[in-house]
């Protein structure tokens, strides 16, 4: 498990350092709708090297059989430009649909549209402005896992 170093100042003026631990995902089931190939393996490197247990999908329709024949995920992460005719937003509804649960979601773009905000709102989503730095990731994605009173 990896950890971040922190140091401070005590009370004395000595400075102190100790190692924070990273939050654990292991086991987290993340559902990854990405239709660039490049992108959706780093985001499953990535993931796994979390310790989540990624599924990939290459757009919307994909995403409903993945969830169709395997466990439902705990999260899903979607990029908003699909080349399947969904977009990001679109997906995340019908597999929810398809899961019968509100499922907590992240939609991830380079788009800074208020409009695509307030749409992501509505769903109940997550929006992540492109590029997400992985941490920010790592902290939603631990805020969401169910083991620690996550959202699903």
Not at 8 to 16: H, K
Not at 64 to 90: A, E, K, M, T
Not at 129 to 150: C, E, F, T, Y
Request: glycine fraction near 8%.
């Amino acid at each position: 498990m990896a950890s971040n170093h922190v140091d401070f100042d005590g009370d004395r003026g000595s400075r102190q350092s100790f190692e924070l631990p990273e939050p654990s995902l292991d086991g987290l089931r993340v559902l990854v709708i990405e239709d660039d190939a490049l992108v959706r393996e780093a985001m499953e490197c990535i993931l796994a090297s979390w310790g989540c247990k990624v599924t990939l999908a290459h757009g919307a329709l994909m995403a409903c059989d993945q969830v169709l024949h395997h466990q439902f995920p705990d999260v899903i992460l979607s990029d908003y430009r699909l080349n399947d005719g969904y977009d990001g937003i679109n997906a995340i509804r019908l597999v929810r649909k398809i899961a019968g649960a509100q499922i907590p979601a992240c939609l991830i773009s380079a788009d800074a549209d208020e409009n695509l905000a307030h749409q992501v709102e509505e769903a109940g989503a997550y929006l992540l402005q492109k590029p997400v730095p992985p941490a920010k990731l790592r902290s939603i994605l631990w805020s969401l896992h169910p083991s620690n009173g996550g959202d699903s």
